[in-house]
Structures are given as structure tokens and as C-alpha cells.
């Protein structure tokens, strides 16, 4: 089960190997579970300083306190 909505402003965990956009990301669909972990659900997220969406898994998702604009 999904913990964010669609329409939600998160905060991306970053990693070593992905370099991320400043700022905040909005949830733009919530990806169906996977055999690969059905306790971690992905969802498509978009930052307003990005042409794409990334699929990011919500354990590297945090609620973020901004406003998306």
C-alpha cells in the first residue's frame, strides 16, 4: 500500500549514483507493487526542474514541508 498521494510534494533521498534537481518532487502516479519488494512501493515523481519523472522507491521518499509551485 502506497503511503503518499498523488499531488504530494516529497523530498528524494540522494544516492552516489544519481544526481538530483534542487528542491522538491511531486508524486505523478503511484506505481503498482512488484515482486521486488511489495513492502517498498515506486512512484513516479516529477521535479518542476526536470523535463522527466523519475521512479524512485517511497523508502527514499520523505513529506516535504514546501509548497509545490
Request: aromatic fraction near 8%; proline fraction near 9%.
Amino acid at each position: 500500500m502506497h503511503k503518499f498521494k498523488i499531488g504530494q510534494l516529497v523530498e528524494l533521498e540522494p544516492n552516489m549514483l544519481q544526481l538530483l534537481a534542487p528542491g522538491g518532487y511531486e508524486i505523478r502516479h503511484l506505481v503498482p507493487s512488484s515482486d521486488r519488494d511489495p513492502a517498498d512501493p515506486c512512484y513516479r515523481i516529477k521535479s518542476a526542474a526536470e523535463k522527466y519523472e523519475r521512479v524512485a522507491p517511497e523508502s527514499r521518499l520523505t513529506l516535504s514541508a514546501s509548497v509545490f509551485s
